[in-house]
């Protein structure tokens, strides 16, 4: 019997091929390729359980918004309403509103960039949309984009979403390593990899609560420079410092070359959704035509109470109460670590920002151990959601911008028992040599190790992950 070509359906009576396996999703094989791998992010994965009253959530970084004077915003948002209802309620410039660029880049002046013009600016439904339309505008798939290691794991996705290969730069507590990126751009150049850009969270990193040192942005700007290298830099956290003014900008040092993301999710409300893109001008063009694609305009109303907000508070001294507020917890945090964890337990110490980034003792996996964590009340956000590459397992992230003083502390005591159980475990198994601390001169051996987010010495991490 002669074969039928290719694609040629069968004829009456014969039997129709079998599915090669059931499927639960009947539209599966439709789905883009952009959607294979999708997954639910390790932070929101946690939402269920942080929810619980009884769970001490070292987890989600979410603002202290009762901090704000409530009543005083919600008198704004109605007057906003009842006196502009009709622009507040309508839709506006795909751009955005004209007032508030004007006053977003007074507040970018507070890091430096004295340069920037509004027409400079384009609004986004908070710094998340911001870079997703930069991603657009700038990766196709299969280029790569540098990214510290570990990174925001929100990029990643957005990211991934792009089909884009993700080559981690190593950090350490002086943020990311200079020498390792160039290393990387040159070990790209010789795959014949096209990089299309840095992605860096400068100041009070998440996850690693690290900021780049001066000597640092110095560096990484001659490098970005002598590279050609395009830098997207993400700074929710900059006005956040605990101990020092804000420090300047990368956007301040290079107009052309840095593409700067902000968000007053972190100063104001992350429920508004209100961030902003500051990008040279004919970028800014894309920028507004990738909006306008995706969600036509950002919403008017929040855009009009943050200008409002902006204009009639005190916006700079409510921003010196959530500092306060913020050391006061990040205190909490760092004694309590110092007082309970076991030996081998190590940790960054943030001046500024949400987040502390905690190494387990040598052979423990947070993201195993975090059933038993959740079982004991205590959440945190386990280190493999912050890489690409499948890497930090024996990490996680622990922020204490939500919860109070006391929570904190009964949540690392939670936290400690969990670790101290599970070295207990292995140790009766012989699975595992928690090792000795290495103290590193000059500093406290109960609370840092060498090198804790980034291996700049090949003997402290030996998979060369970050």
Same mark, same amino acid.
């Given at each position: 019997?002669?074969?039928?070509?290719?694609?040629?359906?069968?004829?009456?009576?014969?039997?129709?091929?079998?599915?090669?396996?059931?499927?639960?999703?009947?539209?599966?094989?439709?789905?883009?390729?952009?959607?294979?791998?999708?997954?639910?992010?390790?932070?929101?994965?946690?939402?269920s359980v942080v929810s619980r009253p009884e769970v001490v959530s070292l987890a989600g970084g979410m603002?202290?918004?009762?901090?704000?004077?409530?009543?005083?915003?919600?008198?704004?948002?109605?007057?906003?309403?009842?006196?502009?209802?009709?622009?507040?309620?309508?839709?506006?410039?795909?751009?955005?509103?004209?007032?508030?660029?004007?006053?977003?880049?007074?507040?970018?002046?507070?890091?430096?960039?004295?340069?920037?013009?509004?027409?400079?600016?384009?609004?986004?439904?908070?710094?998340?949309?911001?870079?997703?339309?930069?991603?657009?505008?700038?990766?196709?798939?299969?280029?790569?984009? /540098?990214?510290?290691? =570990?990174? $925001?794991?929100?990029?990643? %996705? !957005?990211?991934? *979403?792009?089909?884009? &290969? #993700?080559?981690?730069?190593?950090?350490?507590?002086?943020?990311?390593?200079?020498?390792?990126?160039?290393?990387?751009?040159?070990?790209?150049?010789?795959?014949?990899?096209?990089?299309?850009? /840095?992605?860096?969270? =400068?100041? $009070?990193?998440?996850?690693? %609560? !690290?900021?780049? *040192?001066?000597?640092? &942005? #110095?560096?990484?700007?001659?490098?970005?420079?002598?590279?050609?290298?395009?830098?997207?830099?993400?700074?929710?956290?900059?006005?956040?410092?605990?101990?020092?003014?804000?420090?300047?900008? /990368?956007?301040?040092?290079?107009?052309?070359?840095?593409?700067?993301?902000?968000?007053? *999710?972190?100063?104001?409300?992350?429920?508004?959704?209100?961030?902003?893109?500051?990008?040279?001008?004919?970028?800014?063009?894309?920028?507004?035509?990738?909006?306008?694609?995706?969600?036509?305009?950002?919403?008017?109303?929040?855009?009009?109470?943050?200008?409002?907000?902006?204009?009639?508070?005190?916006?700079?001294?409510?921003?010196?109460?959530?500092?306060?507020?913020?050391?006061?917890?990040?205190?909490?945090?760092?004694?309590?670590?110092?007082?309970?964890?076991?030996?081998?337990?190590?940790?960054?110490?943030?001046?500024?920002?949400?987040?502390?980034?905690?190494?387990?003792?040598?052979?423990?996996?947070?993201?195993?151990?975090?059933?038993?964590?959740?079982?004991?009340?205590?959440?945190?956000?386990?280190?493999?959601?912050?890489?690409?590459?499948?890497?930090?397992?024996?990490?996680?992230?622990?922020?204490?911008?939500?919860?109070?003083?006391?929570?904190?502390?009964?949540?690392?005591?939670?936290?400690?028992?969990?670790?101290?159980?599970?070295?207990?475990?292995?140790?009766?198994?012989?699975?595992?040599?928690?090792?000795?601390?290495?103290?590193?001169?000059?500093?406290?051996?109960?609370?840092?190790?060498?090198?804790?987010?980034?291996?700049?010495?090949?003997?402290?991490?030996?998979?060369?992950?970050?």
């Amino acid at each position: 019997m002669a074969s039928l070509p290719p694609g040629t359906p069968p004829g009456p009576g014969a039997p129709h091929p079998a599915p090669r396996h059931p499927r639960l999703d009947p539209l599966a094989d439709r789905y883009a390729a952009r959607t294979h791998g999708m997954k639910t992010s390790e932070i929101r994965a946690l939402f269920s359980v942080v929810s619980r009253p009884e769970v001490v959530s070292l987890a989600g970084g979410m603002p202290a918004v009762t901090a704000l004077p409530l009543d005083a915003v919600g008198s704004m948002i109605g007057e906003l309403v009842s006196g502009m209802g009709a622009q507040t309620l309508q839709y506006g410039s795909g751009q955005g509103d004209p007032r508030l660029r004007e006053r977003i880049c007074d507040v970018m002046a507070l890091e430096g960039i004295t340069d920037a013009s509004p027409s400079e600016v384009v609004v986004t439904v908070g710094s998340q949309q911001g870079l997703d339309l930069v991603t657009r505008v700038f990766v196709d798939p299969g280029d790569v984009i /540098l990214a510290e290691g =570990p990174s $925001y794991v929100g990029a990643l %996705g !957005v990211f991934q *979403s792009a089909q884009a &290969r #993700v080559r981690h730069v190593a950090m350490d507590d002086d943020g990311l390593i200079p020498e390792a990126l160039e290393q990387v751009l040159l070990e790209c150049r010789a795959a014949g990899d096209r990089v299309k850009f /840095l992605y860096t969270v =400068p100041n $009070y990193h998440n996850p690693a %609560g !690290v900021t780049l *040192s001066e000597a640092r &942005r #110095v560096a990484v700007m001659d490098i970005a420079d002598r590279y050609d290298l395009l830098v997207i830099e993400d700074n929710p956290y900059g006005l956040l410092g605990f101990d020092r003014e804000p420090m300047r900008a /990368l956007r301040a040092r290079d107009s052309r070359r840095v593409i700067y993301l902000g968000s007053f *999710s972190k100063t104001f409300s992350p429920g508004l959704r209100v961030g902003w893109v500051l990008a040279p001008l004919a970028v800014r063009e894309k920028l507004v035509l990738a909006t306008e694609a995706q969600v036509l305009c950002p919403p008017s109303l929040t855009q009009y109470a943050v200008a409002r907000y902006l204009d009639t508070q005190p916006w700079r001294e409510q921003i010196k109460h959530f500092v306060e507020l913020y050391r006061e917890r990040r205190d909490a945090t760092l004694e309590s670590l110092d007082q309970l964890m076991p030996a081998g337990t190590t940790w960054t110490r943030p001046d500024g920002g949400f987040y502390v980034w905690l190494k387990l003792p040598h052979g423990l996996d947070a993201k195993r151990m975090q059933p038993r964590a959740v079982n004991a009340h205590v959440a945190y956000v386990p280190g493999i959601g912050f890489y690409a590459d499948g890497g930090g397992r024996e990490y996680m992230r622990l922020s204490y911008c939500y919860p109070e003083p006391d929570q904190i502390r009964e949540g690392v005591r939670r936290l400690a028992r969990v670790i101290e159980a599970e070295l207990d475990l292995h140790s009766t198994f012989d699975a595992v040599d928690t090792g000795t601390f290495r103290a590193v001169p000059g500093r406290t051996p109960s609370h840092e190790a060498e090198n804790i987010v980034g291996p700049a010495n090949s003997d402290t991490y030996e998979d060369g992950r970050s």
